[in-house]
């Protein structure tokens, strides 16, 4: 018997990179996939953006692992979409145990050239998407008698990550909002915990993305070394996140609540 054995799990983000190795391992373990990605151009970002035929690869995986999946186009920052998919895969399988709160972008700039609408694009999606992630979800969490709920932060929102002011700020709002909905939903058996990857290797990496990171550290190269591992490798790959989702997911993990596990190799202490 797999650990989520007749579990269904919601997904943000699902379409690529961590979200669709979430997906895939959470099925390997047993659970039907519901999920949302907004499978379009994203709002700053030096990076590609994830396609339709992204998210229908996940959806392709998530079935060759002998699961059923409901993957839909949506906006984390649109509550009622989020509400239209995540009834509609209630209803379809009966029920919700596992929410990964995993979409979010991330543009890299220095303070001095950071823009209003860079804060508000990064806060919109990587902290209001997350609680509408939530308000869509924990009702049904309730009604099927506990759950858990893992939200995806980061290094920066765990130490902090230099050249990106904004995305630190919605990474540590995400990290005290997996406490505060703990306390609340611990009534409910619901347990919240957080997860912080240090650099993980997924699209966020591709287009401009490490060249805008290079320029920005140029700025101030002391602060470069923030997000260095302990240990020799480098990056995470997203399987290695998922393992970790995947134990916060399921009942090996059933007295944890309010909990922030790092999975940087170490560089939170560094
Ligand atoms: N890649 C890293 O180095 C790294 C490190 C630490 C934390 N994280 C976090 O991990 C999570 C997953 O990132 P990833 O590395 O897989 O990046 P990614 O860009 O490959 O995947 C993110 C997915 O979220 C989706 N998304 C973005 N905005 C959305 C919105 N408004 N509505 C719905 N979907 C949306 C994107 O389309 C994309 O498919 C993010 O929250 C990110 O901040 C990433």
């Given at each position: 018997?797999?650990?989520?054995?007749?579990?269904?799990?919601?997904?943000?983000?699902?379409?690529?990179?961590?979200?669709?190795?979430?997906?895939?391992?959470?099925?390997?373990?047993?659970?039907?996939?519901?999920?949302?990605?907004?499978?379009?151009t994203?709002?700053?970002?030096?990076?590609?953006?994830?396609?339709?035929?992204?998210?229908?690869?996940?959806?392709?995986?998530?079935?060759?692992?002998?699961?059923?999946?409901?993957?839909?186009?949506?906006?984390?920052?649109?509550?009622?979409?989020?509400?239209?998919?995540?009834?509609?895969?209630?209803?379809r399988?009966?029920?919700?145990?596992?929410?990964?709160?995993?979409?979010?972008?991330?543009?890299?700039?220095?303070?001095?050239?950071?823009?209003?609408?860079?804060?508000?694009?990064?806060?919109?999606?990587?902290?209001?998407?997350?609680?509408?992630?939530v308000m869509?979800?924990?009702?049904?969490?309730?009604?099927?008698?506990?759950?858990?709920?893992?939200?995806?932060?980061?290094?920066?929102?765990?130490?902090?990550?230099?050249?990106?002011?904004?995305?630190?700020?919605?990474?540590?709002?995400?990290?005290?909002?997996?406490?505060?909905?703990?306390?609340?939903?611990?009534q409910?058996?619901?347990?919240?915990?957080?997860?912080?990857?240090?650099?993980?290797?997924?699209?966020?990496?591709?287009?401009?993305?490490?060249?805008?990171?290079?320029?920005?550290?140029?700025?101030?190269?002391?602060?470069?070394?923030?997000?260095?591992?302990?240990?020799?490798?480098?990056?995470?790959?997203?399987?290695e996140?998922?393992?970790?989702?995947?134990?916060?997911?399921?009942?090996?993990?059933?007295?944890?609540?309010?909990?922030?596990?790092?999975?940087?190799?170490?560089?939170?202490?560094?």
């Open positions: 018997m797999a650990r989520l054995d007749n579990k269904v799990a919601f997904i943000t983000g699902v379409a690529r990179g961590q979200g669709r190795a979430h997906a895939v391992r959470l099925a390997r373990e047993g659970a039907d996939i519901v999920g949302i990605d907004l499978a379009a994203l709002p700053g970002v030096p990076y590609d953006s994830a396609t339709m035929a992204d998210l229908a690869e996940t959806a392709a995986l998530v079935e060759a692992e002998g699961r059923k999946a409901f993957l839909e186009q949506a906006d984390v920052r649109d509550l009622d979409a989020l509400k239209r998919v995540v009834d509609g895969g209630v209803e399988f009966g029920g919700l145990d596992v929410v990964v709160a995993n979409a979010g972008i991330c543009i890299p700039a220095t303070w001095d050239e950071s823009t209003p609408e860079m804060f508000k694009d990064t806060m919109d999606i990587n902290v209001t998407g997350v609680w509408n992630t869509a979800t924990a009702p049904h969490l309730v009604t099927r008698g506990g759950g858990s709920i893992v939200m995806i932060s980061s290094l920066a929102g765990m130490k902090m990550q230099p050249f990106m002011v904004h995305y630190t700020t919605s990474k540590h709002a995400v990290t005290g909002m997996a406490r505060a909905f703990a306390a609340e939903l611990g409910h058996s619901i347990r919240v915990n957080s997860v912080h990857p240090g650099a993980v290797g997924t699209p966020m990496g591709s287009g401009t993305m490490v060249d805008r990171i290079t320029e920005t550290a140029a700025s101030y190269p002391r602060l470069a070394p923030m997000g260095t591992p302990m240990l020799q490798q480098w990056l995470a790959e997203p399987e996140v998922a393992a970790v989702v995947a134990f916060l997911a399921s009942d090996e993990s059933k007295f944890m609540t309010a909990e922030h596990l790092s999975i940087d190799g170490g560089a939170h202490a560094f």
